[in-house]
């Protein structure tokens, strides 16, 4: 059975959207090459119902359940090339398959890009952190940091006040009066000396390297990562781009149509968000593909 749709990524936004689809009978094939997101974390936190699964879990359960409809193709694989147009959509993978369907369906994710700092990568997901209300609870109070990164960073620091004892680490960037003010009212310190390096053994805490030779000792560091598109389809495509504090999302209406005919995005690529605000995203790709659908088998022929 050829697939009505196509859903590059099987993560939350790609699953959540499948499901939709499969229960509105439509066939539908789903390319994954098995790297979401959050596979550096050990748990996820914020989903109701399943609060610290991990997210291996959490996506092997939803596979399970969505392959359990008989319309549905799982395809293990990497999608390099697409392309799309009034009659429908081509994908292409890397070991040369060539899929065709009415409509596709991008929920292929963002790559987080962390500043340039030694030890800062090999912590990420565990003593080095992006999201509080995804990790700031467990790290349990204390002193963490902030690392200044944009220029959004100085008016968000009184946020992580309630996770624990915050330093901000300015990096070098301005932080004006208003800023420092806020920072003040919220007990947050300003630490104006650069971090230079990320060190320390532990799997609770680390310890921060400054320009001036200190080493100050965190429970966590929180980094402002900006993001980039996780494949190249998205420009291939040539979808419309629009600017996020953290960096570029596809355009997408309310249905999550893009600008290109028949391409449909979803999940991290067009939202600042988590797991659930994710699943939420794919569920309204899902539904606004059905009614595509449905509205080009309703023309006259």
Known sequence: MNPEVLI??????????????????????????GLPRNRMASHSHGVPGQDGVSGVELLKTARQQLLDYPGVRWLHGEAVHAQAGAEGVQVQTADGQVLAARKLLLATGVTDELPALPGLAERWGSTVLHCPYCHGYEVGGGAIGLLGGHPLSASKAPLFADWGTVTFFSQGLPVS?????AMQQRGVQLESTPVVAVQGEQTAWLELLLADGRRVAQRALFVPAMQRMATPLVQQLGCTLVDSPLGVLVEVDAARQTSVPNVHAAGDATTVGNITL???????????MHHALVAEDSRPG
């Open 8 to 33: 590059v990524g099987g993560s939350y936004a790609g699953i959540a959207a499948g499901l939709i689809l499969a229960r509105a009978r439509r066939p539908v094939t789903l390319i994954d090459s």
């Open 278 to 288: 994710a699943m939420a995203e794919g569920v309204r790709a899902g539904i606004g």
């Open 177 to 181: 009066d208003a800023e420092h003010a």
